[in-house]
């Protein structure tokens, strides 16, 4: 069990915009940076969303992360086809001295 | 272009051994911290054990604490992970990742599948 907790499952129309959350607790999201990855199938994770709401550099900017208290949420406006995959956020955990990630959210475009 | 080109998996006993390197280029080595994820079959990811860039300080899960130790060459551009008495549940693909601090992770590479099986 992941010990940020994501939905499993996410989904939206071509050009709507969908959330995914991520909850966590003060020594995670609450007091350290979230970072989302986008996750396609046989490749490894890439980097989406540093430092909360930093776009990593060539990400479109239809994708965006805020934080607030212990949630995180990314959101992807004007969804396409190729959005269709996993997305997953990590921080940092104080009490742990290491990363803790959720488990994962496959995005569905209808 | 940052690289991360992870070698060393394969099947092995349980009790047994491994070691895993991760090889990189397109940045300077020795200012980043390394880590490594793993992600068993059906799974997520689960941190492993992260080393800071100087390597003198490193980080472990607690689930692999003991049994799996973390270092840097970096003349080499590499990092390893040491892994002793390895058990069924240790059967994972293994990532190597980097950022500027141990508290980031800005890049990854695509992993080398480990299999502990008797």
């Known amino acids: 069990q992941s010990v940020l907790t994501q939905s499993p499952s996410a989904s939206g129309t071509p050009g709507q915009r969908v959330t995914i959350s991520c909850s966590g607790s003060n020594s995670n999201i609450g007091s350290n940076y979230v970072y989302w990855y986008q996750r396609l199938p046989g490749t490894a994770p890439k980097l989406l969303i540093y430092?909360?709401?930093h776009r990593a550099s060539g990400v479109p900017d239809r994708f965006s992360g805020s934080k607030s208290g212990t949630s995180a949420s990314l959101a992807i406006s004007g969804l396409r086809s190729e959005d269709e995959t996993d997305y997953c956020c990590a921080a940092w955990d104080d009490s742990l001295s290491g990363w803790v990630f959720g488990g994962g959210t496959k995005l569905t475009v209808l | 272009e940052v690289q991360l080109l992870e070698s060393g998996g394969g099947l092995v006993q349980p009790g047994g051994s491994l070691r895993l390197s991760c090889g990189a280029s397109g940045f300077t080595f020795s200012n980043y911290a390394m880590t490594w994820v793993r992600q068993a079959p059906g799974k997520g990811l689960e941190w492993v054990s992260a080393i800071s860039g100087r390597g003198d300080s490193t980080y472990y899960a607690e689930s692999v604490r003991g049994r799996f130790t973390i270092s840097r060459e970096n003349s080499k551009n590499t990092v390893y992970l040491q892994m002793n008495s390895l058990r069924d549940d240790d059967t994972a693909v293994y990532h190597c990742?980097?950022?500027?601090?141990?508290?980031?992770?800005?890049?990854w590479g695509q992993g080398t599948l480990v299999t502990v099986s008797s």
């Open positions: 990742a980097t950022g500027p601090h141990v508290r980031a992770i800005d890049h």
């Open positions: 430092m909360n709401n």
